[in-house]
């Protein structure tokens, strides 16, 4: 027989539910549960915990013989025969069955199935026992046996266990078609696999939206797995009375096999040409993964009880098979991911350069996650690969998604975190971030999945049939490609082994980065011990006394102190670099080495804060620096002194007393500007010059003109005859015992120098 599917023109019969009338605008919130009717193709009876009949379908005098008002109240032996009646009483002692029995109703009351034999499911409906009775039907296809287990056992793919579950209910249930969908995350479905007449053009392949199958028919689905309409076009049978009257609310037939569809549905198969429809839900884990849906186009088609409970098994078993398969790409997949990881960790590992710098050029970076775009911050430097959104918007982004409490966040839709942001979904739909500083972080791209919808049965009540010439025959494919929906806004989802890998790469990253400032502030340490003394050597003629405070237990500072001979004078220095850590010691130790070499090579101190200036603004890219530097002549106690930007130092007289060196500083070492001037003076024997950093005298939120006539006063009440250790440790402690309730976060250094 040729199959032809086509619009159908048959008016499709009343299907309004007991409830009221359908909005067919309104599919997602229909009540699909409580229709109030049953499929004509067998009876149903509800009974209370006395056997009493409350609901009976408006049938049971057709198929049973008795009429339903009268039913309601009667013992259900009265009902359906003591044959039937003692079996159900059985069940129930047996807790429900799993599956239908089959028995011949020889003992009936009357109506067109009394002596025949019939299939009866037995299940509940909260405190009520229904009794589900149709006709037996012969199986038409082969009977389920372990073969078909076998054959399934074949499939090593999703893919292929899809394509063999779809022939086997093929053949179990003799449906002209046999499609297998797949749901994804926004349950839009997919055709998957597909077993079909050879007349019949292929649905493999087609998309449909989520709204074809709203949230109350997924629930229904995983309650109950099988779903039949023998006839597109039956007549709904009411349920007598509508109402249970203990409850007040319509039967739940949520487990009944008989239970009316939705007008909605009727009006999306009517519109395909389905004359005939099944559907068996593929679980995963008690999670809809998909569906088995069936279509007959040639008239009513009603497979019997035996081969829907083997279309049924079949699918169970595919879906056990496909979850199997599933974890294992899952497990694969996180290896390859982890594989990834290592090799990306290795060569960071290799590479001398900075590993937010070797990340960022990594080519495996984007292949990771399966992204198409990747940017990094670190310490406010942005660096991108692949197609990011502008750098501007990147920021928000960040802020985003940030989470405070999780150190990988992720979405797949971006807009609905910040509206704003979806217009740049073509970029960064979804995204994925590590990172839990607002200035570090990493993030990972992927565009909007577009989805073409290229699925039919508008539920809008618009038949096909009104668009069309009746005389011209459309294929279903020719007929759903009339209506085209596209999801925007949303990207692929983040696998779990993504998410994990995307962890590791970071903690792996943090790791190195950790490794590489242990080392560098170790070898900046060991170069600053070198460079900055812990005791002054020994000159004759001249003492000299120093300290230096870090501000934090790293001894990395940009302050530093120097003291060293040229021939009979002898040259002293205090500088400060701005900032901490290892570029600061860094810096400091290029400028101490620079102002080493101008001295000894005769300039005098203000000549060397010059040519230094110079250097650093031109040469070395080290930021700015402030610097103090003075000659004395053991001989004569000539001293000349010269300062860029910095404090000016103390003249400690041996009579006592202290008092600021009136020194006019030239602007900061780097500003590339200014000539320094020198002052001059002489050290009489057991005179002394203090230098410091700005470090001991400056405090946030105080007024340094005070600070510093407190150290003037702190060093001008100390003895000058005192040993000039002891002079300058009882100095320090001093100044910190009045700093005690407001320490510095900065490095303090001093540097004392008495001529003997």
Not at 32 to 53: F, K, M, N, T, W
Not at 73 to 83: A, E, S, T
Not at 632 to 652: I, M, Q, Y
Request: net charge negative; hydrophobic share 40%; glycine share 8%.
């Amino acid at each position: 027989m040729t199959i032809i599917p086509r619009p159908s023109t048959t008016p499709a019969a009343d299907h309004t539910p007991a409830y009221a009338a359908p909005d067919l605008t309104t599919c997602d919130t229909e009540p699909i549960h409580v229709p109030g009717a049953i499929q004509p193709h067998g009876v149903l009876v509800a009974v209370d915990g006395d056997d009493r009949v409350v609901v009976a379908s408006a049938n049971l005098e057709e198929l049973l013989g008795v009429p339903a008002a009268t039913a309601i109240g009667c013992d259900l032996v009265d009902v359906v025969g003591p044959g039937l009646g003692d079996l159900v009483r059985g069940v129930l002692r047996r807790e429900l069955p799993h599956e239908p029995l089959t028995v011949v109703l020889t003992d009936a009351v009357g109506g067109s199935l009394a002596g025949e034999p019939v299939d009866v499911r037995v299940h509940r409906s909260e405190d009520r026992v229904v009794l589900e009775v149709e006709g037996l039907v012969r199986s038409e296809g082969p009977a389920p046996t372990g073969n078909s287990l076998a054959r399934l056992a074949q499939g090593t793919t999703t893919e292929r266990l899809a394509d063999l579950l779809a022939r086997e209910v093929r053949a179990l249930t003799a449906f002209d078609r046999v499609m297998v969908y797949r749901f994804d995350e926004q349950w839009n479905g997919v055709v998957v696999a597909e077993a079909r007449a050879a007349t019949l053009n292929p649905f493999l392949g087609l998309h449909y939206p989520a709204t074809d199958i709203p949230a109350q028919a997924r629930r229904l689905y995983r309650v109950n797995p099988i779903r039949l309409i023998a006839d597109v076009h039956y007549t709904p049978v009411p349920l007598h009375p509508v109402f249970d009257p203990d409850s007040g609310q319509p039967l739940d037939l949520s487990h009944a096999g008989l239970r009316s569809v939705s007008p909605i549905h009727v009006e999306y198969l009517s519109n395909m040409g389905v004359t005939a429809s099944m559907s068996v839900s593929i679980l995963l884990d008690g999670e809809l993964w998909g569906l088995v849906a069936c279509h007959h186009y040639s008239g009513p088609h009603r497979p019997s009880q035996e081969a829907r409970a083997a279309a049924e098994v079949v699918t169970q078993a595919t879906a056990h098979l496909i979850g199997h398969r599933q974890r294992a790409e899952a497990r694969e997949a996180a290896l390859e991911t982890q594989r990834r990881v290592t090799e990306m960790g290795q060569r960071i590992a290799r590479d001398p350069r900075s590993p937010v710098e070797t990340l960022a050029d990594d080519p495996a970076l984007l292949e990771l996650v399966g992204a198409t775009g990747v940017a990094i911050c670190f310490d406010g430097e942005v660096r991108t690969r692949g197609v990011v959104p502008p750098r501007h918007v990147l920021s928000r982004i960040a802020a985003a998604t940030d989470d405070p409490d999780r150190y990988v966040s992720s979405t797949q839709h971006l807009g609905a975190l910040d509206a704003d942001l979806a217009a740049h979904a073509g970029q960064a739909a979804g995204v994925l971030r590590i990172g839990s500083v607002p200035e570090r972080w990493l993030m990972w791209f992927r565009p909007e999945q577009r989805v073409v919808v290229d699925w039919g049965g508008d539920p809008s009540n618009k038949r096909l049939a009104a668009d069309a010439d009746p005389a011209v025959r459309l294929s279903p494919r020719q007929s759903f490609e009339k209506w085209q929906e596209v999801t925007e806004g949303v990207s692929a989802p983040w696998r779990t082994w993504e998410l994990d890998g995307a962890d590791v790469l970071g903690r792996n990253v943090n790791a190195q980065l950790l490794v590489r400032s242990r080392e560098q502030i170790a070898m900046a340490e060991s170069v600053q011990r070198t460079v900055v003394l812990d005791r002054a050597p020994v000159f004759s003629g001249v003492a000299v006394a120093a300290r230096y405070h870090p501000a934090t237990s790293y001894q990395l500072g940009g302050d530093w102190w120097d003291v060293f001979e040229l021939g009979d004078r002898v040259a002293v220095v205090v500088g400060d670099v701005a900032g901490h850590g290892v570029a600061a010691a860094s810096a400091m130790t290029q400028l101490r080495t620079a102002m080493r070499a101008y001295l000894f090579e005769g300039h005098q101190p203000g000549e060397c804060l010059d040519r230094l200036d110079a250097l650093l603004d031109g040469l070395l890219d080290l930021g700015l620096a402030t610097a103090v530097v003075a000659t004395l002549d053991r001989t004569t106690g000539e001293v000349r002194l010269a300062s860029a930007g910095h404090p000016a130092p103390l003249l400690l007289p041996a009579a006592g007393g202290a008092h600021l060196v009136d020194v006019d500083p030239r602007p900061m070492l780097g500003v590339g500007s200014g000539v320094a001037e020198e002052v001059r003076l002489r050290l009489d024997p057991g005179d002394g010059l203090l230098l410091y950093s700005d470090g001991l005298v400056e405090r946030r939120g105080t007024d340094l003109v005070e600070r510093t006539e407190r150290l003037r006063r702190l060093a001008g009440d100390r003895p000058q005859a005192d040993h000039l250790e002891r002079w300058v440790d009882g100095l320090v402690l001093d100044l910190a015992a009045t700093d005690a309730a407001d320490p510095t976060d900065d490095d303090a250094t001093l540097l004392v120098v008495r001529r003997s």
